[in-house]
Antibody, heavy 117, light 110 residues
Framework: EVQLVESGGGLVQPGGSLRLSCAAS????????MHWVRQAPGKGLVWVSR????????NYADSVKGRFNISRDNAKDTLSLQMSSLRAEDTAVYYC??????????WGQGILVTVSS | QSALTQPASVSGSPGQSITISCTGT?????????VSWYQQHPGKAPKLLIF???KRPSGVSIRFSGSKSGNTASLTISGLQAEDEADYYC??????????FGGGTKLTVL
């Protein structure tokens, strides 16, 4: 069974940094594209970033480019999202998702990030 | 980049069919056959229903089907059931090598 478990969320002040992690199991992590998708409270889904299977290719939404960095450790089956210069509008539930380059086949349960003073 | 355009809400009675539209541009929906649809129940993670415009993952009911014409993709749910009441999102690959979602559609089963 595919499992994706996010961690590292919480409350952070504007301008601060936070690192999210996603522990993967139940599938061959090293051959899967991985994505981060977020959802602000009461709002819709927003794609954040993706990384290819070996970590050599990454893409970002314009709203986070230059502030967020996606990475992966295929030896530890772990996906990460380093977030810096956080803003109030980054407040959301962040989902880790496994899929192909352009779809999300399995989702984690999500982790809440709150940016507030 | 603006979100793909979906109706905010749709409704139907049990047994009926409904269609949710997803309108993009020639740089996303119209350019690629990489449109997907997701179902999200309150407080839950989304679930993939349709990928590559009209393909169903294993385990997804045949009541769900997808199509595309030009810059608009559509999700049709036939034989509406109470458990289909949820939010539905489309997504597409874009010419900027990014992905984009629609704003979401709330389905009410009357």
């Amino acid at each position: 069974e595919v499992q994706l478990v996010e961690s590292g969320g919480g409350l952070v002040q504007p301008g601060g940094s936070l690192r999210l992690s996603c522990a993967a199991s139940g599938f061959t992590f090293s051959t899967s594209w991985m994505h981060w998708v977020r959802q602000a409270p009461g709002k819709g889904l927003v794609w954040v970033s993706r990384i290819n299977s070996d970590g050599t290719s990454t893409n970002y939404a314009d709203s986070v480019k230059g502030r967020f960095n996606i990475s992966r450790d295929n030896a530890k089956d772990t996906l990460s999202l380093q977030m810096s210069s956080l803003r109030a509008e980054d407040t959301a539930v962040y989902y880790c998702a496994r899929g192909a380059s352009a779809r999300f086949e399995h989702w984690g349960q999500g982790i809440l990030v709150t940016v507030s003073s | 980049q603006s979100a793909l355009t979906q109706p905010a809400s749709v409704s139907g009675s049990p047994g009926q069919s409904i269609t949710i539209s997803c309108t993009g541009t020639s740089s996303d929906v119209g350019a690629y056959n990489y449109v997907s649809w997701y179902q999200q129940h309150p407080g839950k993670a989304p679930k993939l229903l349709i990928f590559d415009v009209n393909k169903r993952p294993s385990g997804v009911s045949i009541r769900f089907s997808g199509s595309k014409s030009g810059n608009t993709a559509s999700l049709t749910i036939s034989g509406l059931q109470a458990e289909d009441e949820a939010d539905y999102y489309c997504s597409s690959y874009t010419s900027s090598s990014t992905l984009i979602f629609g704003g979401g559609t709330k389905l009410t089963v009357l």
